[in-house]
């Protein structure tokens, strides 16, 4: 998994609230198991007109937020089912940083365990985050996981708080298989005494 440390991108705003998995990646999208390729399929019913066009009024296909990496969202993000192709699809697009007032329980943690960083803030908070995310790409953020803040065009600051095992994760790029490998000496030892004590295991 790739490492989360500091990212500086263009936000893109969107103020919709309880945007559900199935908005975020739609179930015709689900056949596949790979992690790649979802990205085309991210909004695809907001981004997307009925013949397949592009909908230009959707944020991601307006140009300045076309390779946004952060999205400021509404309250309850990444609710409804469970789908793990939701943050896939985020991350393949190329969003590594989602910001909200409040997100679903396994949307949440499937996003730590997918290499994006997902940050709750305060109402207030969040409204200021939209208002520099509707500047376009002439405004970025800076979100900066080991100091804990994220930075706005106009230096203004906001902090905000990560469970330290997770933040730990993003930072060394740690998913679940990364973090068995780790222990991965200690396996090797366990089994080769194991074995010499019990030959006829």
Known sequence: MEKFTTLTGVAAPMPIVNVDTDMIIPKDYLKTIKRTGLGKGLFSEMRYNEDGSENPDFV????????????????????????EHAPWALLDFGIRCVISTSFAD??????????????????????????????????????????????????????????????HCLLNGLDDIGLTLEKAPAITEFEKSYFESRPWA
């Open 106 to 167: 396994i949307f949440y943690n499937n996003c730590f365990k997918n290499g994006i960083l997902p940050i709750r803030v305060s109402p207030d908070e969040l409204d200021r985050l939209m208002d520099d995310a509707s500047r376009g790409a002439n405004a970025t953020l800076t979100v900066d996981l080991e100091a804990q803040e994220i930075r706005g065009p106009d230096g203004g600051i906001i902090k905000f708080e990560v469970e330290p095992f997770k933040r």
């Open 60 to 83: 991601l296909n307006k140009p300045a937020y076309r390779n946004a990496s952060i999205l400021i969202a509404g309250d309850n993000f990444g609710c409804g089912s469970s789908r």
